[in-house]
């Protein structure tokens, strides 16, 4: 099979111009139309004896080629794609050429690639650190999380409703006078001031007292998930119940011993240790994006619109999965926070193409410096799955393998390992915040080691 590459002047486009031996794709035609012949009926002819020339009569010969050709034609294609070494990133254009009886089958590919990647300064990068050390907010932010864990509701007699009270209520709702669905509930347990409810009708429940009935009046926000209560003002019948006071306790030995330890001094380093972890983490990965979106400001690159949409429709696929494991279709996750999928799509657009940028970037490093995966690298992921699935190796490799996976799986592990092989080549520079609290350390250190001499 002869293959010819012409790259043609619209950006990232390409022209692939193939060859197929006769005698190849007369061997399709002859399997076609033997499977033609299986299925006619035609009067004195034996099934599956029938001669070309009269399936050629009855079909026609036209019809005949075209069946071998669009069964022939998905193969051809892939070993053009594997011989140019094209990568495409979209459905290609497919014009036939030459088609004749006893002459080579010749087509046309037009297609999308992958954009080349010119890349900017790599090596060195300098990027910083975030800290890694707990501020006394995020410390007494935890604590306050906690109290509120255990707080306790009391009730309260002898004043009106305040922002911060629970309070049981009974509520009727009505639009245009008549009621509608979940408009109405009785003795719902309501924090004011959370804003469970629409805006306007929590802020009308402060100074009511035990045992009032009122009557309020509210709008549904323009973009509301129902369309039929979007924008429409709805009137509420209120009867509240019972007001209950939240009393948070203090932070002592014993509020610490509640919590599971035995002193105060034990929860809050208990605290900080957790804190500390999750802002190492959070910080290994700020420093992988950061060096990643560096790199990608300082390279030249001209993306193709099909390559953002692809990534947006990946994105709305991930946003679909996340949904089902909370028991939802996408559609009444959308209906639920009032967009559609073409708001995602504008919303996302930049997102996406910073995205694809990144990881075209990263792929064109990978190349530049041969970083590749061995097969170990790729079955030790496999183990990761087969173990998270609670299956057998080579089943779940067998798996990867009949989905075609496996390409995809090293690609992603490429990627993963060249922005490793990054991150070990940039210059990291600490925080402020970081100097700061390790000079405080090694201050206690010296501190510490002049009372013990």
């Given at each position: 099979?002869?293959?010819?590459?012409q790259?043609?002047?619209?950006?990232?486009?390409?022209l692939?111009?193939?060859?197929?031996?006769?005698?190849?794709?007369s061997?399709?035609?002859?399997?076609?139309?033997?499977?033609?012949?299986?299925?006619?009926?035609?009067p004195?002819?034996?099934?599956?004896r029938?001669?070309?020339p009269?399936i050629?009569?009855?079909v026609?010969?036209?019809?005949?080629?075209?069946?071998?050709l669009?069964?022939a034609?998905?193969?051809?294609?892939?070993?053009?794609?594997?011989?140019?070494?094209?990568?495409?990133?979209?459905q290609?254009?497919?014009?036939?050429?030459?088609?004749?009886?006893?002459?080579?089958?010749k087509?046309?590919?037009t297609?999308?690639?992958?954009?080349?990647?010119?890349?900017?300064?790599?090596k060195?990068?300098?990027v910083?650190?975030l800290?890694?050390e707990?501020?006394?907010?995020?410390?007494?932010?935890?604590?306050?999380?906690?109290r509120?864990s255990?707080?306790?509701l009391?009730?309260?007699?002898?004043?009106?409703?305040?922002?911060?009270?629970?309070?049981?209520?009974?509520?009727?709702?009505?639009?245009?006078?008549?009621?509608?669905?979940?408009g109405s509930?009785?003795?719902y347990?309501?924090?004011i001031?959370?804003?469970?409810f629409?805006?306007?009708?929590?802020?009308?429940?402060?100074?009511?007292?035990k045992g009032?009935?009122?009557?309020?009046?509210?709008?549904?926000?323009?973009?509301?998930?129902?369309e039929?209560?979007?924008g429409?003002?709805?009137k509420?019948k209120?009867?509240?119940?019972?007001?209950?006071?939240k009393?948070?306790?203090?932070?002592?030995?014993?509020f610490?011993?509640?919590?599971?330890?035995?002193?105060?001094d034990?929860?809050?380093s208990?605290?900080?240790?957790?804190?500390?972890e999750?802002?190492?983490?959070?910080?290994?990965?700020?420093?992988?994006?950061a060096?990643?979106e560096?790199?990608?400001?300082?390279?030249?690159?001209?993306?193709?619109?099909?390559?953002?949409?692809?990534e947006?429709?990946?994105m709305?696929?991930?946003?679909?999965?996340?949904?089902?494991?909370?028991?939802?279709?996408?559609?009444?996750?959308?209906?639920?926070?009032g967009?559609?999928?073409?708001d995602?799509?504008?919303?996302?657009?930049?997102?996406?193409?910073?995205?694809?940028?990144g990881?075209?970037?990263?792929?064109?490093?990978?190349?530049?410096?041969?970083?590749?995966?061995?097969?170990?690298?790729?079955?030790?992921?496999?183990?990761?799955?087969?173990?998270?699935?609670?299956?057998?190796?080579?089943?779940?490799?067998?798996i990867?393998?009949?989905?075609?996976?496996?390409?995809?799986?090293?690609?992603?592990?490429?990627?993963?390992?060249?922005?490793?092989?990054?991150?070990?080549?940039?210059?990291?520079?600490?925080?402020?915040?970081?100097?700061?609290?390790?000079?405080?350390?090694?201050?206690?250190?010296?501190?510490?080691?002049?009372?013990?001499?």
């Amino acid at each position: 099979m002869k293959v010819e590459v012409q790259k043609l002047e619209e950006k990232n486009t390409i022209l692939l111009k193939v060859e197929v031996p006769a005698d190849r794709f007369s061997e399709v035609l002859d399997k076609t139309y033997k499977k033609i012949a299986n299925q006619l009926v035609i009067p004195g002819f034996r099934k599956g004896r029938i001669p070309k020339p009269v399936i050629d009569s009855r079909v026609g010969k036209r019809s005949v080629q075209e069946e071998a050709l669009q069964s022939a034609l998905p193969q051809y294609y892939i070993e053009a794609l594997q011989d140019s070494k094209v990568e495409p990133v979209d459905q290609p254009k497919i014009d036939i050429v030459q088609m004749e009886e006893g002459k080579p089958l010749k087509f046309t590919a037009t297609v999308v690639v992958t954009p080349e990647v010119k890349l900017g300064e790599y090596k060195g990068v300098e990027v910083e650190k975030l800290s890694t050390e707990p501020t006394d907010e995020e410390i007494s932010h935890q604590i306050e999380s906690l109290r509120e864990s255990f707080a306790t509701l009391e009730l309260v007699e002898d004043r009106a409703a305040n922002d911060g009270d629970f309070v049981l209520i009974d509520f009727e709702g009505f639009v245009d006078g008549k009621p509608f669905e979940g408009g109405s509930a009785n003795d719902y347990l309501l924090e004011i001031g959370s804003e469970t409810f629409i805006p306007g009708f929590e802020e009308q429940l402060v100074g009511m007292k035990k045992g009032e009935a009122k009557e309020i009046t509210v709008t549904f926000p323009d973009d509301y998930g129902s369309e039929e209560l979007a924008g429409k003002e709805a009137k509420f019948k209120i009867s509240l119940k019972e007001i209950k006071e939240k009393k948070l306790q203090e932070v002592d030995d014993d509020f610490a011993k509640q919590v599971g330890f035995d002193t105060v001094d034990e929860l809050q380093s208990d605290i900080k240790e957790k804190i500390r972890e999750v802002k190492k983490k959070l910080a290994e990965s700020s420093i992988k994006s950061a060096v990643v979106e560096k790199i990608a400001d300082s390279s030249e690159l001209d993306i193709p619109e099909v390559m953002i949409e692809n990534e947006i429709d990946d994105m709305i696929d991930d946003l679909a999965r996340d949904a089902r494991r909370q028991g939802m279709e996408l559609d009444q996750y959308l209906n639920l926070v009032g967009k559609t999928k073409e708001d995602l799509k504008n919303e996302w657009r930049d997102r996406a193409r910073n995205r694809v940028r990144g990881r075209l970037v990263v792929e064109a490093v990978a190349k530049a410096e041969n970083i590749e995966v061995t097969p170990e690298e790729v079955d030790n992921e496999v183990k990761k799955a087969a173990e998270a699935a609670g299956r057998d190796f080579e089943e779940v490799k067998q798996i990867f393998t009949m989905r075609g996976s496996l390409g995809e799986l090293k690609k992603r592990l490429i990627i993963s390992k060249t922005i490793d092989w990054l991150v070990e080549h940039a210059k990291i520079k600490e925080s402020s915040n970081e100097k700061a609290s390790s000079k405080q350390e090694e201050k206690e250190k010296i501190q510490g080691d002049k009372g013990t001499e």
